[in-house]
């Protein structure tokens, strides 16, 4: 079996770094806030002015003027501070998001990403992403490795419009964890459940084995 969203967000907490300045995408990406140590000393961003969420509230700590950039509710830390959207793009244009952990329709071999738009549907905005794989300097892509049909999202090239181009570092599915060098996916991490032959089945783009590949640990 795949790896659940939550087990899929407990990976990617441990590519935070303590003291770090963090953005979370919409989706899985928002999940690994519940998983970084209260003493990590991180700080997690968002576009909408914030700068120090916290956890996701429980029940009777739901506050509806608290929210991020997804308008889901959240909590905050001690030390952190509310400012305009304009100083939030400010601080991502200028280089101060030391990671960024975004959903995505499709990832391609060149580490290009589509995540915020699919034609002929309605977008509401196409949020912050196009900033953060600019400004960010490091980007992970969490997403699905299939879509609803079981075609692969890991493709040779997008075909949706593109948000960034040659941006992306890894890219984390819930079937395992890929590096883009060279213009091909390497597989580091499968899921357990998983073998390294059926990842690769659910992988259009080129992509090879690293010798040292190994099972997530969960």
Known sequence: MPLTREQLAQRLAKEVKPGSVV??????PTLVANYLAPDSGVFL????GLLGIGPFPNES???????NAGKQTITTISGSSFFSSADSFAMIRGGHIDLTILGAMQVDQNGNIANWMIPGKMVKGMGG???LVAGAKRVLVAMQQTDKEGH???LKKCDLPLTGQSCIHQVFTDHGVFKIENGEFVLIEHAPDLSVQEVL???EGQCRVSPDVRPIPV
């Not at 953005?23 to 899985?28: D, F, P, R, T, V």
């Open 23 to 28: 953005n979370l995408g919409i989706g899985i």
């Open 45 to 48: 961003q968002s576009e909408n």
């Open 61 to 67: 700590e739901v506050d509806p003027d608290l929210i």
């Open 129 to 131: 992403a196009m900033d």
């Open 152 to 154: 692969s999202k890991l």
């Open 201 to 203: 089945a659910a992988t």
